[in-house]
Nanobody, 127 residues
Framework: QVQLVESGGGLVQAGGSLRLSCAAS????????MAWFRQAPGKEREFVAA????????DYADSVKDRFTISRDNNNNTVYLQMNSLKPEDTAVYYC????????????????????WGQGTQVTVSL
């Protein structure tokens, strides 16, 4: 059984920063790519960022490129999302997810590729 626990969400003013964390257990974390998705009220879940199993490759949605940074610490089974220059449109529940394919270097943005999900952490950006 894989467990993912997100933390670090909260309320921040526009232009501010937050750092999300996702702690993983129950699987050999270092074998799998990881990703962050988000879902705003009334909208579909959307891809935010992904990182390869060793951390050497990353991918970002255009809407967050140059503002967000994904990273991972395989020694501590944790993936991070550093979010800078936050905007009100970044308001959403943020979820981390584990890729279903071990050892892959091909990062994908489709939610169906990811087999395990956390419970989500709320990020609210005010004007």
């Amino acid at each position: 059984q894989v467990q993912l626990v997100e933390s670090g969400g909260g309320l921040v003013q526009a232009g501010g920063s937050l750092r999300l964390s996702c702690a993983a257990s129950g699987r050999t974390f270092s074998k799998y790519a990881m990703a962050w998705f988000r879902q705003a009220p009334g909208k579909e879940r959307e891809f935010v960022a992904a990182i390869s199993y060793r951390g050497g490759s990353t991918d970002y949605a255009d809407s967050v490129k140059d503002r967000f940074t994904i990273s991972r610490d395989n020694n501590n089974n944790t993936v991070y999302l550093q979010m800078n220059s936050l905007k009100p449109e970044d308001t959403a529940v943020y979820y981390c997810a584990v890729d279903s394919r071990p050892w892959t270097m091909v990062l994908v943005t489709t939610a169906t590729t990811y087999s395990y999900w956390g419970q989500g952490t709320q990020v609210t950006v005010s004007l």
